[in-house]
């Protein structure tokens, strides 16, 4: 097994596109290294991408933010702007694992990983966000719902490596929020996630929303309809009702041990009211 470092995109991109056997990509690795331990993968090339310039960096841009694709929880938690924009895309990359994983796992890893249960990824899905992927051809920019395709599964092609996530440019009276349902109180993997991210108008009329469901499908699902139920409304308990009942319409989850079918239906409607209500406060609404 190679292990390579390198310091830029390209020649990341290269050493992945040339290499026959299994190439993968490392972020923090908390994912990665835990699959290699356990014998799941075997990996001929791994490539460090914590050296190449500008994956460790948040950068609030004319348009948004700009998030390195190695920027770990942690500091995601420290940057006081990011927070301010986007506290439920801040608190649901928070949300991973313990303090010790907090200091090395990214987003993007999360976004990679593809498991349905991510904590991050239905906040960022809810919240617009996009992916910039560099491979052999270029560069290419899109929607973060289509990064995985199914279980552990992505639509990355062979040599692409995501360099950063973008967040749009927060328009006044705007909030997110992220709640998940774990049976323990942390360190669990989410029986069910819900992103929420609106916008009101002066009069607190939701004017754009978008809901985001994990760990109810095999991929994390926007629900449009959930959207359309809030928006128009204040958010008063005809629309909240509808929100609830279009989120759980929109799952088709499994049985496992930590929940049932029935019971992620149920939770995804009533932490979509919950996360709502948080992410009408945050936006300034009552
Ligand atoms: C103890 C523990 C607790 C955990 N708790 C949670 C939890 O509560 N919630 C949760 O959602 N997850 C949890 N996880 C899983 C893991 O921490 C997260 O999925 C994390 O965000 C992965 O990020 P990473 O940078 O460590 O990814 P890595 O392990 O580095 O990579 C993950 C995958 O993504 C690929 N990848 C990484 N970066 C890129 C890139 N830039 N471009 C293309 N592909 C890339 C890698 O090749 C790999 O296949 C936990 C893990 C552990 C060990």
Do not use: H
């Not at 200091?103 to 910039?132: E, I």
């Not at 599964?153 to 950063?164: C, H, Q, V």
């Not at 928006?231 to 929940?259: E, F, N, Q, V």
């Not at 009211?273 to 406060?281: H, S």
Request: proline content about 5%; hydrophobic content about 45%.
């Amino acid at each position: 097994m190679r292990y390579e470092r390198p310091t830029t995109l390209k020649a990341a991109a290269q050493m992945l596109a040339k290499e026959k056997g299994q190439a993968f990509i490392l972020a923090g690795g908390t994912d990665l290294l835990v699959r290699l331990r356990t014998g799941f993968i075997e990996p001929d090339l791994i490539v460090d991408i914590k050296s190449i310039s500008g994956t460790k960096a948040i950068q609030k841009t004319a348009t948004g933010f700009r998030i390195g694709a190695a920027v770990s929880g942690a500091e995601l938690g420290e940057n006081a702007a990011l927070k301010k924009a986007w506290p439920g895309v801040v608190e649901a990359a928070n949300l991973i694992g313990s303090k010790q994983v907090q200091g090395r796992c990214t987003m993007t890893g999360n976004l990679c990983n593809a498991s349905p249960a991510a904590d991050s990824v239905p906040a960022l899905v809810a919240a617009g966000a996009k992916a910039v992927i560099v491979g052999p051809k270029g560069k290419r920019t899109v929607a973060v719902e289509e990064i995985p395709v199914g279980p552990g599964k992505t639509s990355l092609k062979k040599g692409e490596i995501i360099e950063s996530i973008v967040l749009p440019k927060r328009a006044p009276k705007s909030g997110d929020a992220y709640l998940r349902f774990i049976p323990r109180s942390e360190m669990d993997i989410a029986v069910v996630g819900v992103g929420v991210n609106v916008t009101l108008d002066g009069k607190g009329v939701v004017t754009k929303a978008r809901v985001a469901l994990g760990a109810v499908a095999p991929t994390v699902r926007l629900v449009p309809e959930a959207a359309k139920a809030l928006i128009g409304t204040k958010m008063d308990k005809a629309a909240l009702d509808a929100l609830a009942a279009a989120c759980s319409a929109a799952c088709s989850p499994i049985d496992d041990k930590r929940g049932t079918r029935e019971f992620r239906i149920k939770v995804a409607g009533v932490l979509a009211r919950r996360a709502a209500l948080i992410a009408r406060k945050r936006a300034g609404g009552k």
